[in-house]
C-alpha cells in the first residue's frame, strides 16, 4: 500500500512537473516566436525618405585605401599592412534622402597613437551616402561613388607646405598628406562661437618645380544599413 501510495504521488508530481515545463516552453515559444518574427519583418522595412537609418561605413581614398571605417577588422588589416592611420569610427545615424545644411561635418574616430581625432567630412559626401540609403533595407550593402572628387582639388605651394612639416623635395605624387581644416562652430544666432582643426588626409595627385596638387576628395564609400526607424 505504500509503494502504491509512493508510486501515486511520484506520478502526481511528474504530471505536475511536466505541467509546469510545458507552460514554460509555450511562453517561451510565444516569447521567441514574437522575437522572431518582428526580426523577420524588419529585414523587409525599407528604407524612405525621412527615416532614420544607422549605418556602418567605409569611405575610401582615390586608390582604394581607406580612411575613415566602423570596421575593426579594416583597421587592424591596415595596420597589418603598415598604414595605422585609418580612423576607427561609430555608425552614423541620419536621415535617408535628407540634404545636409552644414558644408563640412566633424566625425570622431580613434587613430591608432594619435587617440581619438575629428575627422572632417564634406555636405556632397553625406548627401550621396543618404540619397542612396533610399530603398535599401536592414544589411543591404551598397557602395556610393563619389563622382564630384575629382572636383575637389588644392594646389599648395613649397612653402606653405614646407611650414605644415613637410620636405618638399621628398613630395611625391601618391603620397598621402594630412591635411587639416579650420572648422567655425556657431551659435544659434549664427555667431562663431569657437574653432576647431579637423583631419582631412589629402592624395598628392601632381607636383610642379613648386607647387604640389592635392586632391581631398574621396573616390567612393561602402555602405550597409544596420537599423531603420
Known amino acids: 500500500m505504500t509503494k502504491q501510495g509512493n508510486t501515486k504521488k511520484d506520478k502526481d508530481a511528474r504530471s505536475k512537473t511536466l505541467a509546469r515545463v510545458f507552460i514554460i516552453f509555450i511562453l517561451l515559444s510565444c516569447v521567441l516566436g514574437f522575437s522572431l ?12 525618405a525621412g527615416n532614420y537609418v544607422a549605418i556602418d561605413y567605409t569611405i575610401y581614398y582615390t ?13 587592424e588589416n591596415m595596420y597589418k599592412q603598415g598604414y595605422p592611420d585609418t580612423g576607427l569610427t561609430n555608425r552614423y545615424v541620419m536621415r535617408a534622402g535628407s540634404i545636409q545644411t552644414d558644408q563640412i561635418t566633424p566625425v570622431s574616430a580613434y587613430v591608432a597613437g594619435d587617440g581619438v581625432v575629428q575627422f572632417a ?6 548627401n550621396a551616402i543618404s540619397a ?11 557602395r556610393v561613388n563619389f563622382d564630384f572628387s575629382n572636383n575637389m582639388l588644392y594646389n599648395m605651394s613649397s612653402i606653405v607646405y614646407s611650414m605644415i612639416g613637410g620636405n618638399f623635395s ?3 605624387v601618391g603620397q598621402i598628406v594630412p591635411l587639416t581644416i579650420t572648422y567655425n562652430t556657431t551659435t544659434t544666432t549664427g555667431v562663431d562661437n569657437s574653432t576647431a582643426s579637423l583631419r582631412r588626409p589629402a592624395v598628392i595627385i601632381g607636383k610642379t618645380d613648386d607647387m604640389l596638387t592635392m586632391k581631398y576628395g574621396y573616390d567612393y564609400a561602402q555602405i550597409q544599413v544596420s537599423q531603420i526607424q
Not at 518574427?37 to 524612405?48: L, Y
Not at 586608390?63 to 575593426?72: A, D, F, K, M
Not at 542612396?132 to 551598397?142: I, L, S
Request: hydrophobic residues 45%.
Open 121 to 126: 567630412l564634406y555636405d556632397v559626401e553625406l
Open 132 to 142: 542612396k540609403t533610399v530603398g535599401m533595407h536592414v544589411n543591404d550593402v551598397a
Open 37 to 48: 518574427t518582428f526580426s523577420f519583418f524588419s529585414i523587409f522595412k525599407t528604407a524612405e
Open 63 to 75: 586608390e582604394g585605401l581607406p580612411i575613415l571605417t566602423t570596421s575593426s577588422n579594416v583597421v
Open 170 to 172: 621628398n613630395a611625391q
